[in-house]
């Protein structure tokens, strides 16, 4: 069992219509990852060529369209705010999706039983920023949740993100370039200031966008480290 982590997201927003429970009550339960897995592979019969895991994936525009454009690759997402949860359903029912599975909570409750090196990637796009210094220990990129997400990343896999807000910019790269696990694959500063071409968009973007706030996107791989880098 894990340690009580409080989670200080939403979890529930505007009432539900009907055919968002509807989703909810008969349709996530063939997505749901059970809780503490042993192996997030076994969740995949197709033997699927990469996994990939998305944290916070709002309302699961990128996560569906990462999932339709790959179906050789299978996706797990997790969220735990119900109502983004049940907008990515829908995806899943009209794109028919297949290799995609749902953790309706708080990620961190997962991932100590996942083992070593079981993916080939994170996404976590847009995450909340929590500028406070007072709230700093909520941000998703800490010391803790870096060390989880070197352990569980394969070498030359990745970590993506994508942020909005100076503050949480900031964070990121001073947080994951300080890790010797990652490194920050950036030639120029076009790799920052423009959207990748094959990172679908997501509403957290759109919304910074239209409000005049300019994105800035991340690549970090997961290298493997020299004992002496270590010490
Ligand atoms: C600012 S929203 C961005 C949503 C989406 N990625 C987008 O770009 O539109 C951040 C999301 O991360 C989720 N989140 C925060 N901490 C999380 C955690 N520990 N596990 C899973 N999801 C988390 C929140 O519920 C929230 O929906």
Redesign the pocket.
């Known amino acids: 069992m894990e340690a009580f982590l409080p989670?200080y997201?939403?979890r529930k927003g505007r009432p539900l219509r009907d055919t968002s429970k509807r989703l909810l009550e008969e349709l996530l339960p063939s997505y749901l990852v059970p809780p503490n897995i042993a192996d997030p592979a076994e969740l995949f019969k197709d033997n699927p060529r990469k996994l990939y895991l998305e944290?916070?994936?709002?309302?699961g525009?990128?996560l569906a369209k990462v999932a339709k454009n790959h179906p050789e690759n299978a996706y797990i997402g997790?969220?735990?705010?119900l109502n983004?949860v049940s907008s990515f359903l829908k995806y899943c029912q009209n794109e028919e999706l297949k290799n995609v599975r749902i953790w309706p909570?708080?990620?961190?409750l997962q991932l100590s039983s996942w083992p070593n090196e079981c993916l080939n990637g994170i996404f976590i796009?847009?995450?909340?920023p929590w500028p406070k210094i007072r709230h700093s220990n909520r941000r998703?990129i800490n010391k803790d949740n870096l060390a989880t997400f070197s352990r569980l990343i394969k070498v030359g896999g990745s970590l993506r993100m994508?942020s909005d807000h100076a503050c949480a910019k900031n964070w990121i790269l001073s947080e994951i370039l300080d890790s010797p696990y990652f490194d920050w694959l950036v030639e120029s500063s076009v790799d920052w200031n423009e959207q990748p071409k094959d990172w679908p968009e997501?509403?957290?973007?759109r919304k910074a966008q239209k409000e005049g706030r300019r994105p800035a996107w991340f690549n970090f791989k997961r290298v493997s480290v020299e004992p002496s880098r270590l010490v």
Do not use: K, L, N, Q
Request: glycine share 18%; no cysteine; aromatic share 18%.
């Open positions: 989670f997201g939403r944290i916070g994936f709002g309302g525009e990128h997790a969220e735990p705010f983004g909570d708080d990620i961190r796009m847009f995450p909340d998703i994508a997501t509403r957290y973007m």
